[in-house]
Nanobody
Protein backbone atom coordinates (compact mmCIF):
# COMPACT_ATOMS: atom_id res chain seq x y z
CA UNK A 1 0.00 0.00 0.00
CA UNK A 2 1.27 3.44 -0.94
CA UNK A 3 -0.15 6.73 0.32
CA UNK A 4 0.48 10.32 -0.69
CA UNK A 5 -0.77 12.94 1.76
CA UNK A 6 -0.73 16.73 1.42
CA UNK A 7 -0.99 19.33 4.16
CA UNK A 8 -0.67 23.06 4.66
CA UNK A 9 -3.45 24.65 2.62
CA UNK A 10 -5.66 27.44 3.90
CA UNK A 11 -6.90 30.98 3.47
CA UNK A 12 -4.40 33.79 2.99
CA UNK A 13 -4.57 37.42 1.92
CA UNK A 14 -3.01 38.59 -1.35
CA UNK A 15 0.71 39.06 -0.90
CA UNK A 16 0.84 36.47 1.86
CA UNK A 17 2.65 33.14 2.05
CA UNK A 18 1.82 29.48 2.59
CA UNK A 19 3.91 26.33 2.74
CA UNK A 20 2.52 23.04 1.49
CA UNK A 21 3.96 19.66 2.36
CA UNK A 22 3.49 16.27 0.73
CA UNK A 23 4.67 12.93 2.08
CA UNK A 24 4.69 9.55 0.39
CA UNK A 25 4.63 6.50 2.63
CA UNK A 26 4.03 2.77 2.60
CA UNK A 27 5.67 -0.06 0.72
CA UNK A 28 8.09 2.04 -1.35
CA UNK A 29 11.31 1.00 -3.03
CA UNK A 30 12.15 4.44 -4.38
CA UNK A 31 10.49 7.70 -5.39
CA UNK A 32 11.36 9.36 -8.67
CA UNK A 33 9.76 12.64 -9.72
CA UNK A 34 7.41 14.42 -7.34
CA UNK A 35 5.36 17.47 -8.10
CA UNK A 36 2.56 19.87 -7.31
CA UNK A 37 -0.43 20.42 -9.54
CA UNK A 38 -3.46 22.65 -9.11
CA UNK A 39 -7.00 22.71 -10.36
CA UNK A 40 -9.72 25.31 -10.07
CA UNK A 41 -13.36 24.96 -11.17
CA UNK A 42 -13.74 24.78 -14.91
CA UNK A 43 -10.08 24.15 -15.62
CA UNK A 44 -7.92 21.10 -16.04
CA UNK A 45 -5.33 20.10 -13.49
CA UNK A 46 -2.05 21.83 -14.37
CA UNK A 47 1.55 21.54 -13.28
CA UNK A 48 2.76 24.08 -10.73
CA UNK A 49 6.22 22.71 -10.02
CA UNK A 50 8.02 19.39 -10.10
CA UNK A 51 11.30 18.11 -8.71
CA UNK A 52 13.41 15.13 -9.69
CA UNK A 53 15.38 12.89 -7.38
CA UNK A 54 18.53 14.88 -8.24
CA UNK A 55 16.75 18.11 -7.23
CA UNK A 56 16.29 19.40 -10.77
CA UNK A 57 13.09 21.44 -10.73
CA UNK A 58 10.58 22.79 -13.23
CA UNK A 59 8.09 25.61 -12.63
CA UNK A 60 5.04 26.92 -14.41
CA UNK A 61 5.70 30.40 -15.80
CA UNK A 62 2.95 31.86 -13.64
CA UNK A 63 4.73 30.94 -10.39
CA UNK A 64 8.40 31.46 -11.27
CA UNK A 65 10.08 33.75 -8.76
CA UNK A 66 7.27 33.33 -6.23
CA UNK A 67 7.11 29.58 -5.50
CA UNK A 68 9.94 27.27 -4.49
CA UNK A 69 9.82 23.49 -4.48
CA UNK A 70 12.13 21.47 -2.26
CA UNK A 71 12.61 17.80 -1.53
CA UNK A 72 13.73 15.64 1.37
CA UNK A 73 14.70 12.24 -0.01
CA UNK A 74 15.16 10.73 3.45
CA UNK A 75 11.42 10.63 4.05
CA UNK A 76 9.93 10.99 0.56
CA UNK A 77 8.65 14.50 1.25
CA UNK A 78 8.37 17.60 -0.87
CA UNK A 79 7.47 21.14 0.06
CA UNK A 80 6.08 24.09 -1.86
CA UNK A 81 6.89 27.50 -0.43
CA UNK A 82 4.43 29.98 -1.93
CA UNK A 83 5.19 33.67 -1.53
CA UNK A 84 3.48 36.79 -2.83
CA UNK A 85 0.28 34.85 -3.37
CA UNK A 86 -2.31 36.22 -5.78
CA UNK A 87 -6.06 35.56 -6.06
CA UNK A 88 -5.42 33.61 -9.25
CA UNK A 89 -3.39 31.10 -7.23
CA UNK A 90 -6.64 29.98 -5.61
CA UNK A 91 -7.14 26.29 -6.39
CA UNK A 92 -7.00 22.80 -4.98
CA UNK A 93 -3.36 21.74 -4.91
CA UNK A 94 -2.52 18.11 -5.53
CA UNK A 95 0.72 16.24 -5.01
CA UNK A 96 1.85 13.53 -7.39
CA UNK A 97 4.65 11.05 -6.78
CA UNK A 98 6.12 8.60 -9.26
CA UNK A 99 6.90 5.59 -7.11
CA UNK A 100 8.70 2.32 -7.63
CA UNK A 101 7.11 -0.30 -5.37
CA UNK A 102 7.55 -4.05 -4.87
CA UNK A 103 5.03 -6.46 -6.43
CA UNK A 104 6.89 -9.70 -5.68
CA UNK A 105 10.32 -10.84 -4.57
CA UNK A 106 12.84 -8.75 -6.54
CA UNK A 107 10.09 -7.48 -8.82
CA UNK A 108 8.94 -3.90 -8.94
CA UNK A 109 6.40 -1.75 -10.70
CA UNK A 110 6.17 2.00 -11.00
CA UNK A 111 3.18 4.24 -11.06
CA UNK A 112 1.87 7.72 -10.34
CA UNK A 113 0.19 8.19 -6.99
CA UNK A 114 -1.90 11.27 -6.16
CA UNK A 115 -2.83 12.87 -2.88
CA UNK A 116 -6.36 13.91 -1.98
CA UNK A 117 -5.68 17.62 -2.52
CA UNK A 118 -5.52 20.65 -0.26
CA UNK A 119 -7.42 23.90 -0.79
CA UNK A 120 -5.51 27.17 -1.14
CA UNK A 121 -7.64 30.31 -1.16
CA UNK A 122 -6.14 33.76 -1.71
CA UNK A 123 -8.64 36.47 -0.88
CA UNK A 124 -8.91 39.75 0.97
Amino acid sequence: QVQVVESGGGLVRPGGSLRLACAASGDIFSVKDMGWYRQDPGNERALVASIAKNDESVYADSVKGRFTIARDNTNYTIYLQMNNLKPEDTAVYFCKANILYPIATARYADGDFWGQGTQVTVSS
